[in-house]
């Protein structure tokens, strides 16, 4: 078949068997947050809860479809990664390191399962001590979760995707906090995490994505991560980078022996989602990936840092666009949050988040999920998953 031929038969929405494939990957992504999180206690080593995460996705995926003829690829389709307090995102460290949980940490886990390459991604914010979350780290952390919670709502038919950046920069605002620069949301569609129509966090003069609307029988993954600092972050050391995905489209000579043997481990056991250097053959890796990234083979996903002392808050989830509405996927609860901060006075943001979700309903589509807006930053308002 060729590549025309293969483009026309994509799958999307409009297949039962695609939604199917979509909820499993949701479901068994939002179990293994679930599990690494009942794993995060003061001194666990990050790199372990790395591995937990990501072994549970491999086992759970690889139960599914063992008897089909034709072999069905699935597994993880973004590496767990646990960023602590101002670290934002992609932190996931190599075997030897020794980097623990502390009691007030505030961590970002963030991690993707797929079926066949239809994709589903969570990322969550826990602080790690009992009680209620107060104070800024409340803010940040609510701030996100009301800003996702107004992206939910704006992800639909009709609208745009500058529509989505501009909301979430209000909701940021109202909390005292910054709407991380930089982070991405994409379409997504079968084995393909970072599509062409993409919401910005941060629209400014040096990134700027083409006006998209959002259509019907699309998915989308929501990336929101808030800040208390100035929401700027930077790459602090890019031996910290172990997550990389392969630049399809790039080709190039290798010079060097070990980059020929590791990308050649690549080419084969990653040929198109995001994988961690955890799973190649440690010891030529590192000398290997340099290369690699040098000439654009692959594209690093590098761990950033706002400064230290600030506060980072991360909410990703996953959702599909069907002729009755908005459909999220993937999701956690929340702490109870504490916020010093009020949406009280900002009519413009209740009334997004008194939108519905469901569309198409006679009888005002009363929903078995109700998300109440007014409650938003009390609670997650998102499905509760269950262990």
């Not at 519905?356 to 998102?382: H, M, N, R, Y």
């Amino acid at each position: 078949m060729s590549d025309d031929e293969r483009e026309e038969k994509e799958f999307d929405l409009t297949s039962p068997e695609v939604v199917t494939k979509y909820k499993s990957a949701a479901e068994i992504v939002n179990k293994a947050l679930q599990l690494v999180l009942s794993k995060c206690k003061p001194k666990a080593k990050i790199v372990d809860l790395c591995e937990k995460g990501d072994a549970y996705i491999k086992e759970q995926t690889g139960n599914m479809y063992k008897n089909v003829k034709k072999k069905i690829e699935r597994g993880v389709a973004f590496p767990t990664c646990i960023s602590v307090n101002n670290t934002v995102c992609h932190f996931s460290p190599l075997s030897s390191d020794e980097t623990v949980l502390e009691e007030g940490d505030i961590l970002k886990i963030d991690m993707g399962c797929h079926i066949d390459g239809f994709i589903a991604v969570v990322g969550h914010t826990h602080a790690l001590h009992e009680g209620p979350v107060t104070g800024r780290a409340a803010d940040v952390v609510a701030a996100a979760n009301t800003a996702a919670e107004v992206a939910l709502r704006l992800v639909r038919p009709g609208k745009k995707n500058s529509d989505v950046t501009e909301a979430i920069q209000k909701v940021a605002a109202a909390y005292d906090c910054k709407i991380v620069e930089g982070v991405l949301s994409h379409q997504m569609k079968q084995f393909v995490i970072d599509g062409n129509k993409v919401v910005l966090s941060v629209s400014n003069p040096d990134t700027r994505v083409d006006e998209a609307e959002f259509e019907e029988n699309e998915v989308y993954s929501i990336d929101i991560v808030t800040s208390t600092g100035d929401g700027k972050p930077k790459l602090l050391d890019e031996k910290q980078t172990t997550i990389y995905k392969r630049a399809v489209d790039k080709s190039y000579n290798l010079k060097m022996k070990a980059s020929r043997f590791i990308f050649s481990e690549i080419s084969q056991k990653f040929p198109i989602m995001p994988f961690t250097a955890r799973d190649l053959e440690e010891k030529r890796a590192r000398l290997g990936l340099v290369e690699c990234v040098n000439h654009e083979l692959l594209q690093p996903y590098p761990v950033l840092h706002e400064k230290p002392g600030d506060l980072v808050a991360h909410i990703k989830f996953t959702v599909l666009l069907m002729p009755n509405g908005s459909d999220r996927v993937t999701s956690h609860t929340l702490q109870e949050l504490k916020p010093t901060k009020t949406i009280e006075d900002e009519p413009e943001i209740k009334a997004w988040l008194a939108l519905p979700v469901k569309t198409k309903k006679k009888g005002g589509g009363k929903k078995k999920k109700g998300k109440k807006g007014d409650k938003v930053e009390e609670s997650s308002q998102a499905e509760p998953m269950e262990g």
